[in-house]
Structures are given as C-alpha cells and as structure tokens.
T-cell receptor
C-alpha cells in the first residue's frame, strides 16, 4: 500500500505566479488535511477536506489560497499570486477517519512540498 | 481550546544516554496525544499515540511516553539514544473542540542532537 504522495517535492515560483500542490491520499482514505510549516516553526493546520467537500478551512488565509478534493484525482492546494511569505513546506495527511469510538484518527503524512518564492 | 507546549526547543545528549523531551498539554476534553518525528527534509512519522487507553504508551524505535493527567504532561523518553534519533520531534494534540474535525495541533518542536 503506497503511502501519501505529494508532488512536486520542490517548487520554485516567482512573486505573482500561481502554485499548485498535489496530494494523493493513501488507498482507501477519503479524508485529507493540509498543513503548512513555516521556517523554524511547527506545523499549522490549514484545511480539512473530504471527497468533494471542504469540511474545515479555518486555517486557510482568507485570500489567494484555495483547496479542493475532487471525486476523482488528487487533492489540490492552490496559491494564487504567491508572495515571499508563502515560502514554506506544505504537508498533506490522509486519514481513514472512523466515527466509531469517537474522535481518534491517525493521520499519515506525505513527504511535503517545499515551496520557494523568489 | 487545545494546545501543546514543548518546553525545550533544543536538547543535546550523548549517544547511549537517556532522552527526555518534555511536553505539556492544555485541553478541555480527554485528549488524544501524539509524538511525531521529522528527519531533515523528510515527512513526519508517527512515533506513538495516546487515546485514553494505557497511560504508558510504547512506540517505535524504543520510544515511550507517559500520560500524566495530574501534571498535564506527555513527555517522550528513550533509555538509550542512537545517532539515528537526531531529528525534530513534535508533540501533537488532536482537536476535539466543537468542530471535532480531528485536525492536529502541533507544538513548536524540539530538535534532538545526539553526540557521538
């Protein structure tokens, strides 16, 4: 069973360009979380999606950032008009999420996409 | 609101000596707590998890952690450090607030250095 896959692993963009980050969850997982790790900081939650639905986007910046998880294909985190402050490592995690037994769910992380904005 | 505080940003030990990475949590609910490890330029790997079962949790690579409700702590330990343990360690709590979406809340991280 392949793990969570993210691509590209490294992405360089100039200010004002768009960045598209892709995440393929583990087989059988229908829940995806995106986290951002700024330099010298821990990871911060951005958004939680299920197939075709955004469940919690409380950690997403209000502008320029969007996420989707279509019925078919990977989850996409899109950053429009990137700025230098967007330079960070972006991690995706997937979960099988089961409501049985309460809120525990283990999240499996991908290797991350390291975005550099010049 | 839930949060975790890692008390040390950097810990340095000699190979073969014990490791202690400290974490305190704050939660209005019975928490689910985790320790993740991140090697340089790599993703995160789950070391161990606490989910209201046994308070002493054993993980991979010889690590373990003890949940102490009275002290609101979840410290990570290992009896004998190995060079390959050098990495960044994150204490994490799963959100169980009103949204209950399971999103993870990370501590700031502790860098473990292992000296030969």
């Amino acid at each position: 069973n392949a793990g969570v896959m993210q691509n590209p692993r490294h992405l360089v963009r100039r200010r004002g360009q768009e960045a598209r980050l892709r995440c393929s969850p583990m087989k059988g997982h229908s829940h995806v979380y995106w986290y951002r790790q700024l330099p010298e900081e821990g990871l911060k939650f951005m958004v939680y999606l299920q197939k075709e639905n955004i469940i919690d986007e409380s950690g997403m910046p209000k502008e320029r950032f969007s996420a989707e998880f279509p019925k078919e294909g990977p989850s996409i985190l899109r950053i429009q008009q990137v700025v230098r402050g967007d330079s960070a490592a972006y991690f995706c995690a997937s979960s099988p999420w089961s409501l049985a037994g309460g809120s525990y769910n283990e999240q499996f992380f991908g290797p991350g996409t390291r975005l550099t904005v010049l | 609101a839930q949060s975790v505080t890692q008390l040390d940003s950097h810990v340095s030990v000699s190979e073969g000596t014990p490791v202690l990475l400290r974490c305190n949590y704050s939660s209005s609910y019975s928490p689910s707590l985790f320790w993740y490890v991140q090697h340089p330029n790599k993703g995160l790997q789950l070391l161990l998890k606490y989910t209201s079962a046994a308070t002493l949790v054993k993980g991979i690579n010889g690590f373990e952690a003890e949940f102490k409700k009275s002290e609101t702590s979840f410290h990570l330990t290992k009896p004998s450090a190995h060079m390959s343990d050098a990495a960044e360690y994150f204490c994490v709590v799963s959100d169980r607030g009103s949204s209950n979406t399971g999103k993870l809340i990370f501590g700031q991280g502790t860098t473990l250095q292992v000296k030969p």
